[in-house]
Nanobody
Framework: VQLQASGGGFVQAGGSLKLSCAASARIFSNYAVGWFHQAPGKEREFVAVISGTGAGTYYLDSVKGRFTISRDNTKSIAYLQMNSLEPEDTAVYYC????????????????WGQGTQVTVSS
């Protein structure tokens, strides 16, 4: 499985960005897709995950109500809509795929895309 993340950029606090994760997978719906971020000088951490069918989602507490994860299995793309962005959201964002259900641990994700930079100015 190959993943390609895109959609990052520079935005002012309170703004929005929508990240995309395009996958090359034989049966994309078999895979849960997770988003992770890594802020400067910090460990990479879980942000959100969506199940293969899209019926299940789970979020990091600090992004609940601001971020929405979704997917279009007909296009093999997953999305992360980020609203009300804060300077603390500045990080490199990665998408990853897993055959496991709604996991938050990075070790559960064998497939990773390259990161896309999100910068939020105050």
């Amino acid at each position: 499985v190959q993943l390609q993340a895109s959609g990052g950029g520079f935005v002012q606090a309170g703004g929005s960005l929508k990240l995309s994760c395009a996958a090359s997978a034989r049966i994309f719906s078999n895979y849960a897709v997770g988003w992770f971020h890594q802020a400067p000088g910090k460990e990479r951490e879980f942000v959100a995950v969506i199940s293969g069918t899209g019926a299940g989602t789970y979020y990091l507490d600090s992004v609940k109500g601001r971020f929405t994860i979704s997917r279009d299995n007909t296009k093999s793309i997953a999305y992360l809509q980020m609203n009300s962005l804060e300077p603390e959201d500045t990080a490199v964002y990665y998408c990853a795929a897993s055959l496991s259900y709604l996991r938050t641990a990075q070790s559960s994700y064998p497939y990773w895309g390259q990161g896309t930079q999100v910068t939020v100015s105050s």
